[in-house]
């Protein structure tokens, strides 16, 4: 008869629960708060433009080949695989008197600093270690003969710590927006909105400090003996970064204040949910399920998935399978197919890669202005299933057309290596960059959102639901980043290959999306209305 007692009393707090709304704040922040949160994906994302637009040549010029930068990225993905799920899981139950979200945004703002001081000064550090001196730039082709070993592991070192530490960022900014919104939804798509935003203005000031050829005079000391121009502007605008970061983080901080939970109140507030098949789990020892690894709630949270966020993770995932080759070649697209430049060989490479920086510019300008306006695209469109499926179409368009743009500029220069691409080629170009910051709106913005719907809870599992989102988006930059190098070789090297399976992947989310994703539930703000509570993150 003891033995009952226990699920008598779990079914008697479901049925009790099932009587009264679920909230986590009385009401959703204003949008000031989530402005503030919001404005920390300024500083995160003025890192990421910068590894986007600078580093693939830099490691390059460190001597490692074009086949094998590729697979420099897979420090992000895998750490976002591991981290931001445990993270997301540990930031749903931290108990500590500053919150749950701004430990872990504090601990990571702190990991960026470091992590930059060991990329900004990896020539420096490895030349007093013995590495070879030379000017990066001009002694290129000799530094691909003999690899700078030292530079480069600490470059790898340092890329990792600031990749772990964008995860640890990135995923409770996320939930704590979540946080924040509660359950209304509106406010929920509108805070992703922001996040959206000042992600584009993140790249928008890093791609633009990117493209400016004399940055390091600002901070004379960045160039040194070892460091070249190159890499004394690259050092300055992580300078900056951190600078920014640092700045938006305290504000957004010291300005938010999240109510501490305790261990009691956490094990209440937890939602209840009782059925045929989870009947048997009730009855497990509460010592053994207190302790369940994070791996089981991870599984746990996979297995209990419902239709609709299975649909979101498939379109997602094919959705970055297009975009990862772009974000990880475009530059190295402009150096080499549309400048027609070789790495350390001439200036027509460098005019290539600081060509595309401003083109990435132009892209977050739209970036920006689109986030504002996606839930009035929404709407135009007849909703966001239709939305996801033309901007995937506009994705993949503009994936292809970069064999156009190629083909073009290949019959137009002639056999005149040095030549600049025509002026009209040039104009195509950046148009396709900046036409790309549409659908780039909308895959910084909707996904995020839709999983803050589905997973209807703004308490404890709204970090592992983002954590789990992050699964579909790092999966498909790990198989980016192993085959796009070999796959490129295979075809005779060069960005086209991958270009082209990405075209084809974006084609085939916006069809998931259109066929398959189901339409979002009513939008229910008023609490009276709110009358079901869930066991897992995910409705």
Not at 87 to 100: K, V
Not at 122 to 148: C, F, V
Not at 181 to 198: E, L
Not at 470 to 497: E, M, R, T
Request: aromatic content about 10%; some cysteine; glycine content about 8%.
């Amino acid at each position: 008869m003891d033995d009952k007692q226990p699920l008598l009393f779990l079914l008697e707090q479901q049925q009790q629960q099932q009587q009264k709304p679920i909230f986590s704040s009385p009401k959703p922040a204003s949008h000031k708060k989530l402005i503030l949160v919001s404005s920390i994906a300024a500083g995160i994302q003025f890192g990421w433009a910068l590894q986007l637009s600078l580093l693939t040549p830099y490691v390059q010029l460190l001597g490692i080949p074009h086949k094998y930068a590729a697979f420099i990225w897979l420090c992000g993905p895998i750490s976002g695989m591991i981290i931001q799920p445990i993270i997301g899981y540990h930031s749903d139950r931290c108990l500590s008197r500053w919150g749950r979200r701004r430990p872990f945004i504090v601990s990571g703002t702190l990991l960026v600093v470091i992590s930059v001081m060991f990329i900004s000064f990896a020539a420096d550090l490895g030349h007093s270690l013995g590495d070879p001196l030379g000017d990066t730039a001009s002694s290129a082709s000799s530094s691909s003969n003999r690899p700078k070993v030292i530079s480069i592991t600490i470059f790898i070192l340092g890329f990792w710590i600031l990749d772990v530490a964008n995860n640890m960022l990135q995923g409770p900014c996320r939930a704590l927006l979540a946080d924040l919104t509660g359950t209304d939804q509106r406010r929920t798509r509108t805070a992703n909105a922001f996040y959206s935003f000042f992600m584009a203005v993140g790249n928008i000031l890093g791609f633009a400090a990117g493209s400016y050829t004399n940055l390091y005079k600002f901070l004379t000391f960045s160039k040194t003996e070892a460091c070249d121009v190159y890499c004394a502007n690259l050092k300055t605008c992580f300078f900056m970064a951190v600078i920014l970061l640092l700045t938006l983080t305290t504000i957004a901080l010291t300005s938010i204040q999240e109510k501490p939970i305790t261990a009691s109140s956490l094990s209440s507030s937890s939602s209840i949910s009782i059925s045929p098949s989870t009947i048997n789990d009730v009855e497990m020892d509460e010592e053994a399920e207190a302790n369940i690894a994070f791996v089981g709630e991870i599984v746990k949270a996979l297995r209990d998935l419902p239709r609709p966020m299975w649909v979101l993770l498939l379109v997602t995932c094919l959705n970055w399978i297009g975009w990862f080759p772009f974000l990880l070649f475009d530059t190295d697209w402009m150096g080499r197919e549309v400048y027609g430049g070789k790495i350390g060989d001439g200036k027509q490479y460098g005019d290539g890669v600081r060509a595309g920086s401003f083109g990435l510019m132009f892209n977050s300008v739209v970036l920006g202005f689109t986030s504002l306006g996606v839930e009035w695209l929404a709407k135009k469109v007849g909703g966001v299933k239709r939305l996801w499926f033309f901007v995937n179409l506009v994705l993949s368009i503009g994936l292809a057309s970069t064999v156009w743009i190629t083909k073009v500029v290949e019959s137009s220069r002639a056999g005149a290596d040095e030549a600049d691409p025509a002026l009209g080629v040039r104009i195509s170009a950046l148009a396709l960059f900046a036409v790309l910051g549409v659908p780039l709106a909308v895959t910084y913005s909707i996904p995020f959102a839709l999983a803050a719907i589905f997973s209807n809870s703004s308490g404890a599992g709204q970090g592992l639901a983002m954590g789990v989102l992050n699964l579909a988006v790092v999966i498909p930059q790990i198989l980016v980043s192993v085959a796009s190098g070999p796959w490129d070789a295979l075809f005779g090297g060069g960005n086209l290959p991958a270009f082209v399976v990405g075209a084809v992947a974006a084609a085939a989310s916006g069809i998931v999306a259109l066929t398959m994703l189901p339409a979002l539930p009513p939008d229910f703000t008023n609490r009276s209305r709110i009358m079901r509570t869930r066991s897992s993150p995910f409705p």
